[in-house]
């Protein structure tokens, strides 16, 4: 059983599992030590060591769950989240200030690979793409389900092979809140849209453009900069040059280059800082839109944008205790030294 809690300080949910009978706290921390000294269960071959799969691209012909496959798909083993407990209740506690929703929500998981490859830069092109668009098809299957909000995709790679399996895979994990982070970006970006009538993100795009100082890559549909502040150092990220507020919108067309971009990214971040662990991002619009007198310009002033933050050096006491963030090197000195990776 789990419950999502929203913080009545900061505004931010939490998930936190809630069921009894466990001996250790090691056992909340852990839920994969069962696949310690197994084979890697996302490889080709052990299909039986996952959940049945609920989407996949392979081989024509070929079945649910056997091993012709490219890309497969299936929820994870021990989901903190379920579709079938969907419980909303305000003002919990005895001075009404806690808001929760049992654990209502979808986790899935996204294998890119029957390959063992363990860095997001060794995918082939063509295989990138098609992680691309499951992210797609995955994101626009989920909409359908009108208790969800928001679908967040996102990766972890290089991190302890008991917290994240090593073998390259997305996750995305469908909401029924907008987490706190992307709301930020869409109040912000709805507050300029309506003081300027343009969109924030566009905007930024344009200044790039105009120092260059700060872009890593660019091409004729995407630019991949250091943001002006990031939070960490070498974090870049990826923008569509042309305004398109949903990622399952902008033509299939586009998926060739934006893999390549990705690929590079990852090749010259992982070369650069000697393999550290990356977290990719995917911020795109929520899915209920638009919301009457809400949301209601979010086509207009929200830009689709995957962030790629690499962790260099963990994140210490001034990050957490301050929301402050200290980035050695510079955005301008970072975007140089990634540029010139070859
Ligand atoms: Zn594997
Ligand atoms: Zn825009
Ligand atoms: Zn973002």
């Not at 900061?10 to 001996?23: A, C, K, L, P, S």
């Not at 907008?178 to 507050?191: A, D, F």
Request: glycine content about 4%; hydrophobic content about 35%; charged content about 30%.
């Amino acid at each position: 059983m789990s419950e999502l809690r929203r913080d009545p300080i900061t505004g931010r949910w939490i998930i936190t599992r809630t069921m009894t009978g466990i001996d250790t706290p090691s056992e909340f921390f852990h839920p994969r030590k069962m696949f310690e000294g197994i084979e890697c269960p996302f490889c080709k071959g052990n299909e039986n060591l996952t959940e049945p799969e609920i989407f996949a691209f392979r081989k024509e012909g070929s079945k649910p769950d056997d091993r012709n496959w490219a890309i497969r798909v299936f929820r994870d083993k021990y989901p903190i989240l379920h579709t079938d407990s969907g419980i909303k209740k305000k003002g919990v506690g005895d001075a009404f200030l806690y808001d929760m929703i049992n654990g209502f929500g979808v986790h899935e998981i996204i294998v890119e690979t029957s390959k063992h490859i363990t860095n997001f830069a060794e995918l082939d092109i063509d295989q990138m793409k098609m992680v691309l668009m499951t992210y797609r098809i995955r994101l626009n299957k989920l909409r359908g389900d009108k208790r969800l909000k928001y679908g967040l995709v996102y990766r972890n790679q290089g991190y302890d092979p008991v917290v994240s399996l090593p073998h390259s895979h997305s996750q995305i994990i469908a909401l029924p809140v907008v987490p706190k982070s992307v709301k930020e970006e869409l109040v912000t970006s709805r507050n300029y849209f309506r003081e300027k009538q343009r969109c924030l993100f566009c905007d930024i795009i344009k200044e790039e453009r105009g120092y260059a100082a700060r872009i890593v890559d660019e091409g004729d549909n995407f630019i991949a900069v250091i943001p002006y502040a990031p939070r960490f150092a070498f974090e870049t990220h990826i923008y569509p040059l042309k305004h398109q507020s949903d990622f399952t919108k902008f033509p299939d067309s586009d998926l060739d280059e934006l893999s390549k971009m990705i690929k590079n990214i990852f090749y010259k971040i992982t070369k650069l800082l000697n393999n550290p662990p990356i977290n990719l991002v995917l911020h795109t619009s929520p899915f209920k839109i638009p919301e009457e007198d809400y949301w209601d310009t979010i086509v207009q002033d929200y830009h689709w944008h995957i962030e790629i933050m690499p962790h260099a050096v963990p994140e210490r006491g001034f990050e957490f205790g301050a929301d402050f963030f200290i980035t050695p090197p510079s955005p301008e000195i970072s975007a140089k030294f990634l540029r010139e990776v070859s």
